[in-house]
């Protein structure tokens, strides 16, 4: 099997013991944090203070389909997303990494990024972008920031009552960021650096946090980041952190390690039609309540 081939493969890792499937739904249970209920109860009876459109892994390319990824479909599937986040209003819209997949030029990548950007822009509220592998497999991450609307690769911001972080772990094991084929797709690494800003950033924060990472936090396997016990740690030692969402093994997870609940959401590349697109709205309390609701192959999820 080749690392492409392995690359292909989607994690089936069973949820948390702390988790109880319901109807297709996922009660989930955490320590410190509101009590949680089934993701289609009664959402709280107040406005949710944020509302943030939720897509990952949409590896657009103009190119032929290999195995279950239908690269070309990714604009149609996009529309769909793009045109309910408009219609919903939302605050803000998160992709959460490999927003397009490599080419055998900069040039090819550069178009493909073009594409794909167009239609982002579409979005009639804020955008944001987490580094994936694919985003700088033939890039580097100044061509993909020159390329696009993002203008850092890891950051944190505050919205509505919340802080949010930004990670990139697209650097190899030599700590050197992703860019022009210099590193394996497994091999993800959050810098000294990064965390020493993880740190700091979280301890000025007094808001609840929500992070946004492409690479795998949860987990010690190919899809997770290497020092992702380090990372976690950090988010740990905050008090502060509610949710981990991230993408990268394509398909819809959950665990719950020590208090923080890491939320892996499905693939938008996934799958032929777009019935088997995914995209999720996640809507935001100010009492601590957390509801994620998915759409096509997307899980609902409530905190």
Not at 27 to 53: E, Q
Not at 143 to 161: L, N
Not at 243 to 263: F, K, M, T, W
Not at 278 to 299: C, H, N, V
């Amino acid at each position: 099997m080749s690392q492409t081939d392995r690359e292909d493969e989607t994690l089936g890792t069973p949820p948390s013991r702390r988790a109880v499937i319901r109807d297709g739904a996922l009660l989930l249970a955490g320590v410190g944090a509101a009590a949680m209920s089934d993701a289609h109860a009664t959402a709280p009876p107040t406005p949710p203070a944020l509302r943030i459109g939720l897509i990952t892994d949409m590896h657009y390319a103009d190119k032929p389909p290999r195995g279950t990824r239908y690269y070309r479909q990714t604009l149609g599937k996009f529309r769909e997303a793009i045109g309910r986040f408009n219609d919903d209003r939302v605050d803000f819209v998160v992709e959460l990494g490999d927003f397009i997949d490599r080419a055998e030029s900069v040039d090819d990548e550069l178009g493909y990024l073009k594409t794909i950007e167009a239609e982002y822009a579409k979005l009639t509220c804020e955008r944001h972008y987490v580094l994936g592998n694919h985003c700088v497999d033939t890039l580097t991450k100044e061509q993909f920031v020159e390329h696009c609307g993002a203008t850092k690769t890891y950051y944190g911001f505050d919205r509505g009552g919340f802080h949010f972080v930004v990670i990139d772990a697209c650097f190899n094991s030599g700590m050197e960021p992703y860019g022009h084929h210099n590193f394996e797709w497994f091999d993800a690494n959050v810098p000294p650096a990064e965390l020493a800003w993880l740190e700091a950033d979280l301890k000025k924060s007094t808001l609840p946090v929500i992070v946004f990472a492409h690479q795998r936090l949860d987990v010690t396997e190919r899809h997770s980041t290497k020092n992702a016990a380090d990372v976690r740690k950090i988010l740990e030692a905050s008090g502060r952190v509610r949710l981990v969402l991230q993408g990268h093994s394509h398909a819809n997870d959950y665990q719950l390690i020590n208090g923080v609940h890491y939320c892996t959401l499905v693939a938008m590349i996934e799958g032929d039609g777009v019935e088997n697109n995914g995209y999720s709205t996640m809507k935001l309390w100010p009492d601590g309540a957390i509801r994620i609701e998915g759409f096509r192959k997307q899980k609902n999820y409530a905190w």
